[in-house]
């Protein structure tokens, strides 16, 4: 029973892509589409005599966003619109960063981005590529615990203290490449890939974490994400 149910969905779905036509992008189409996946930032601190994989700011985690455009015309065709996304980084786990600290570090950032794409306006799989202005707000946090029998300097306690807290918010520059697979005449599913400059100022550590030599450091970072995504031509 399982077996054909499967069967005639994916009969259904084959004749449905086989016999749908795909509408060409056109001046004054419009479309949205979401999308999700994993993302890394190139962030790092710069604490002396540490290697760099214990100086990561964040590990990969996961973003999520939508897009909106309007194609401005079909020879070329180029498309307006804006992107707006939220990456939530992994916390990067290190016992070396700090001398008898055990340390937690995280990130998350939001940009909204006014975007240009090129597309290739026809057929079921249709690539682009897209360039991106706009702001972005970046936080990082950095907490510390002392291990090896040590406590803080300045209290014989051993609590977690934040030792950095900073956030900025400052330009976003973007360049992707995408490609959608359509379904139907204006279902799409898709991937694209986008590498985003996030600038702004130094982050600089609390006064806990001045006290531990935690060095400021530098708010010019880079995320790069790949994610799949849904959308609807209109």
Known sequence: MKINLLLTLGSLLVIMAVNSAQADYTQGMTMFQIYGGGAVLSGRYHQPGVSKDEQDYADGGGVIGGQFLYYISDNP???????????????????????????????????????????????????????????????????????NASTWTDTPTTETRRLLDSSHIGPALEGAIGLHVYLTPRFFVGAEYKVMELIGKDFSPTAAGATEGVVTTHGIVSESSIGLMLGLGF
């Open 77 to 147: 065709c180029i498309a307006l619109g804006f992107d707006v996304s939220h990456a939530d980084f992994d916390s990067h786990n290190s016992y070396l960063l700090l001398p008898n600290r055990y340390t937690q570090s995280s990130a998350k950032n939001t940009t909204g981005l006014i975007i240009a794409r090129v597309a290739y306006p026809k057929g079921r799989v249709r690539p682009y590529i897209q360039g991106g202005l706009g702001a972005q707000s970046t936080s990082l946090s950095l907490d510390g615990t002392p291990i």
